[in-house]
């Protein structure tokens, strides 16, 4: 059987290709309707490999997983739209794009909860720059897409100068699952 991706060089860390090969094929046999099991874009996005040396090359694999999660999203909303509608999957997108208002709404520098005392997190200003990308993508239809969203970086700040992770994550990843919705 020939690898799924490219390894890297020996004295190199890349995933492990027996967890990527594992996972992808589970994926495709969901896909394919071959297990009956449900595989959502969240399973996808939290989707972890260990780091081995000469293993996949880790922007290949993270390209596929975006690619990967882009059709199970597709596929859920056309499974969607011929039960209910294309007004009813807009009008439920809509519904998780205002679930994402709260915090856009807020302050900049008070959209999320600051890292732990000497904790590493997600710099405000840059954190709160894309906020703001957000809102004129909601307000104003100014264009951003979720492969923007998914490879943005932000500087890192310990403490109160910074934004605890994980809450930010988790929202960015709910903003992704929208954009991919109308992409």
Same mark, same amino acid.
């Given at each position: @059987?020939?690898?799924? #991706?490219?390894? $890297? ?17 589970? %994926? ?7 297990? /009956? ?8 996005? $939290?989707? @972890? #490999?260990?780091?081995?040396? &000469? &293993? ?20 859920? !909303?056309?499974?969607? $739209? ?5 007004? *009813?999957? @807009?009008? *439920?997108?809509?519904?998780? %794009?205002?679930?994402?208002? &709260? !915090? ?6 008070? !959209? #999320?909860? /600051?890292?732990?005392? +000497?904790?590493?997190?997600?710099? @405000?200003?840059?954190?709160?720059? =894309?906020?703001? !990308? =957000? ?7 100014? /264009?951003?897409?979720? *492969? ?13 100068? +910074?934004? %605890?992770? &994980? /809450?930010?994550?988790?929202?960015? %990843?709910?903003?992704?699952? $929208? =954009?991919?919705?109308?992409?």
């Amino acid at each position: @059987m020939s690898a799924l #991706f490219s390894t $890297v060089s020996k004295v190199r860390n890349g995933y492990d290709p027996d967890e990527v090969d594992e996972f992808f094929d589970h %994926a495709r046999q969901v896909y394919e309707g071959k297990k /009956p099991e449900r595989l959502t874009s969240t399973d996808i996005q $939290v989707s @972890m #490999f260990d780091l081995v040396r &000469g &293993g996949y090359d880790t922007h290949e694999v993270d390209a596929a997983l975006d690619r990967l999660e882009g059709a199970f999203i597709a596929r859920q !909303r056309a499974e969607y $739209v011929a039960v209910n509608g294309q007004q *009813a999957w @807009m009008n *439920a997108l809509a519904e998780r %794009a205002r679930s994402l208002y &709260g !915090r856009l709404g807020r302050p900049d520098g008070e !959209r #999320f909860a /600051p890292a732990g005392r +000497g904790e590493w997190g997600y710099d @405000m200003d840059d954190v709160d720059d =894309l906020c703001d !990308r =957000l809102v004129a993508y909601f307000d104003r239809q100014e /264009p951003i897409t979720a *492969a923007e969203i998914r490879s943005s970086t932000f500087a890192r700040r310990r403490g109160k100068d +910074g934004y %605890a992770e &994980g /809450p930010v994550d988790a929202f960015f %990843a709910r903003a992704i699952e $929208v =954009l991919l919705g109308v992409e």
